[in-house]
């Protein structure tokens, strides 16, 4: 079936430091990939996302890659800001589905 | 332009008793999607409907839960005879077309709190 499986958090950081959370996924159709972040107390937000293979989505200094040959879709950013402290959720969707996939999600803390 | 829009954000309700969750979609948006975020984890599928139509609630639990999407107003999430379990962040998302390539717009979510 379709899934994906993301980095387990938490996270913590220093202010500046680079910045990666893992994401895999498992499609049996073409999927699109997205990457959400949840800030506390609030709801999902897109952050990039990237409807086909070798694309990158970017956004605020994040990045992701679609990459079909590893099945992931990493998100990096080079200096985190206290400011990118929330849960971040990768995502699928798939062209013969009705529904997102999310992965479990990772918390981030960043700290001055 | 309003996003998503979710009512209460907040419900606190004891067991036995019935919770009501509202959602407008985005203007214009036809296709609502419900999930439910349980503590430390991932958001999981529940129904997805379109205008007066269920297409799909293959996540959602057979008793108790029940949802709709009627020609005027907001959709409704309704869980009878709430349990703990129930306890949990319940998000809509809305999206203009189906969910092949387009975005689904998350809204705030109702955090239901059973006693």
């Known amino acids: 079936g379709d899934s994906v499986t993301q980095m387990e958090g938490p996270v913590t950081l220093s202010e500046e430091a680079f910045l990666t959370i893992n994401c895999t996924y498992t499609?049996?159709?073409?999927?699109?990939l997205f990457w959400y972040v949840q800030y506390p107390g609030e709801g999902l937000q897109l952050l990039l996302k990237?409807?086909?293979?070798?694309d990158k989505g970017s956004n605020k200094g994040f990045e992701a890659t679609y990459r079909k040959e590893t099945t992931s879709f990493h998100l990096e950013k080079g200096s985190v800001q206290v400011s990118d402290s929330a849960v971040y959720f990768c995502?699928?969707?798939?062209?013969?589905?009705?529904?997102?996939?999310f992965g479990t999600g990772t918390s981030l803390t960043v700290i001055p | 332009n309003a996003g998503v829009m979710q009512n209460p954000r907040h419900l606190v309700r004891r067991r036995g008793q019935e919770a009501r969750l509202r959602c407008s979609p985005v203007?214009?948006?036809?296709?609502v999607y419900w999930y439910r975020q349980l503590p430390e984890e991932g958001l999981k599928f529940m129904v997805y409907?379109?205008?007066?139509?269920?297409?799909?609630e293959s996540g959602m639990p057979k008793e108790r839960f029940s949802a709709e999407f009627p020609k005027e107003g907001p959709s409704i999430l309704r869980i009878q005879q709430v349990v703990r379990g129930d306890s949990a962040a319940y998000f809509c998302?809305?999206?203009?077309?189906?969910?092949?390539?387009?975005?689904?717009?998350f809204g705030p979510g109702t955090r239901l709190l059973v006693l």
């Open positions: 998302a809305s999206s203009p077309l189906r969910t092949d390539q387009e975005t689904q717009y």
């Open positions: 499609a049996t159709g073409y999927p699109s």
């Open positions: 990237a409807t086909k293979a070798d």
């Open positions: 995502a699928l969707s798939v062209n013969t589905g009705n529904q997102f996939y």
């Open positions: 203007k214009g948006h036809s296709h």
């Open positions: 409907l379109q205008k007066e139509n269920i297409i799909d």
